[in-house]
């Protein structure tokens, strides 16, 4: 995956998505031309997504052009330390190369968070990455955990029409913001009919003959066709770095240090 999360899943797409849907629906020009006003009337997720593909490979393309022109080695497969020097690199087709070297960075990232209570299916119940391969418009739609990429999905999907629901553990949203800033989106956000189920927790989201049936803590259940995941992030646990011994992974999936020496970037989360 060339260029990471930024590029592929996260970062670059949102933001392509994010264009789109604003070029797409013409809100930001409504106050102009009224609040009827569209650049297209039936906005298909296709409309969306040829637009991500387009920046997206382009994008890689710069990354993987500046990477020869410094003339950067790349290793294209998953990797994991055989010892604390070498890496093992296993590509597609389960061809192994050894990698040696003095010093590692580990940057393997994150991944969203996969709790075993919910029922991903990848179509109605979808987490954040998965999100942008939708294959239509969901008419209705509960996000959970109000953080940056859950509030990003929520605010894109209301304004394509979606009738958004967020659930969200705390008592607000974006706590990390200034108060002053989240209730004037929580204003413009409720404007585009979404609602908010503060301080409830979600227990379980289960597949339904309607959809997706979520159920709280406080026993609330929510029956819309479509469910999105935002909720949290672990760090990839997938480069084995205990064979480095220096690291491990804890239950979240964060790199913990045990000794200070061999590897930069040792908590990447
Ligand atoms: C929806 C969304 C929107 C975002 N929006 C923004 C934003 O607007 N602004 C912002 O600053 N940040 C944003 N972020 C966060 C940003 O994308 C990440 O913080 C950033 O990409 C992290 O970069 P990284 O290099 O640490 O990890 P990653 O991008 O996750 O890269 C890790 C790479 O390591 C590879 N890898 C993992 N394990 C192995 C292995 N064993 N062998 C070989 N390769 C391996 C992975 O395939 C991946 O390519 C967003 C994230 C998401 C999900």
């Known amino acids: 995956m060339m260029g990471g999360v930024c590029i592929n899943t996260g970062t670059i797409p949102s933001k392509t ?3 789109a849907v604003l070029y797409l629906t013409g809100l930001n020009q409504r106050e102009l031309y009224g609040q009827a006003y569209r650049v297209k ?6 409309d969306v997504s040829s637009r991500i593909h387009h920046v997206v490979a382009r994008e890689i393309d710069v990354v993987r052009n500046q990477l020869s ?17 070498t ?3 296993v590509g597609d087709h389960g061809q192994q190369k050894k990698i040696a070297a003095d010093k590692f960075v580990i940057a393997v990232g994150t991944r ?3 709790p075993d209570t919910v029922d991903f299916d990848g179509a109605t119940i979808v987490d954040s990455d998965q999100i942008l391969g939708l294959d239509k418009v969901p008419s209705s739609m509960v996000v959970v955990g109000a953080g940056v990429i859950g509030i990003e999905y929520a605010s894109m999907f209301a304004a394509l029409g979606t009738k958004v629901t967020v659930v969200e553990k705390r008592p607000t949203m974006l706590d990390f913001c200034d108060k002053e800033i989240v209730e004037a989106l929580q204003y413009q956000l409720r404007d585009l009919a979404v609602t908010f ?5 979600v227990r379980e989201v289960q597949k339904h003959p309607a959809g997706t049936l979520t159920t709280s803590s406080a026993s609330r259940r929510w029956p819309p066709p479509r469910w999105s995941r935002a909720a949290g992030r672990p760090t990839t646990p997938s480069a084995n770095p205990s064979a480095t011994s220096s690291a ?4 979240s999936g964060s790199i913990a240090s045990r000794r200070s020496a061999t590897s930069a970037g ?3 989360s």
């Open 112 to 114: 969203p968070a996969r």
């Open 69 to 85: 022109r410094n003339h950067v080695a790349t290793h294209i497969g998953t990797a994991h330390f055989l010892d604390p020097h």
């Open 87 to 89: 890496l093992a690199v």
């Open 41 to 46: 009337q039936d906005i298909t997720i296709s």
């Open 248 to 251: 491990t992974c804890n239950p």
């Open 266 to 268: 040792r908590k990447a």
């Open 17 to 19: 998505f994010r264009e």
């Open 197 to 201: 189920r503060y301080s409830e927790s």
